[in-house]
Nanobody, 127 residues
Framework: EEYFVESGGGLVQAGGSLRLSCQAS????????IGWFRQAPGKEREFVTA????????YYTDFAEGRFTISRDNARNTVYLQMNSLKPEDTAIYYC????????????????????WGQGTQVTVSS
């Protein structure tokens, strides 16, 4: 069975850090791209960041640039999202998802282009 699992969410105070993990099981990320999205209550799902597995190219949205870092561990078939300087507005459910690789940022931000989604992990930042 092929699936992936997110973990690492939790409750943290503003200014703190969390590291989220997205681990694939039963398949390899291979030539896929892995994206992180988030969805806060009452809001649409929004793009956070993505990485191309084959070449390591990364893509960030404005609010993530400089605070969040996406990385991959080939041996563990895992993608990480390191989040620093967290703010209350970062509170959301964070999801990882996969899509075919390409080089257009405009495609990475579109959730409808992603094929498989994890179950999500809750991140809550208190003020």
């Amino acid at each position: 069975e092929e699936y992936f699992v997110e973990s690492g969410g939790g409750l943290v105070q503003a200014g703190g850090s969390l590291r989220l993990s997205c681990q694939a099981s039963g398949f390899s990320f291979g030539d896929l791209a892995i994206g992180w999205f988030r969805q806060a209550p009452g809001k649409e799902r929004e793009f956070v960041t993505a990485v191309s597995w084959s070449d390591g190219n990364t893509y960030y949205t404005d609010f993530a640039e400089g605070r969040f870092t996406i990385s991959r561990d080939n041996a563990r078939n895992t993608v990480y999202l390191q989040m620093n300087s967290l703010k209350p507005e970062d509170t959301a459910i964070y999801y990882c998802a996969t899509k075919d690789e390409d080089y257009r940022y405009s495609d990475y931000v579109r959730p409808e282009l992603y094929d498989y989604w994890g179950q999500g992990t809750q991140v809550t930042v208190s003020s």
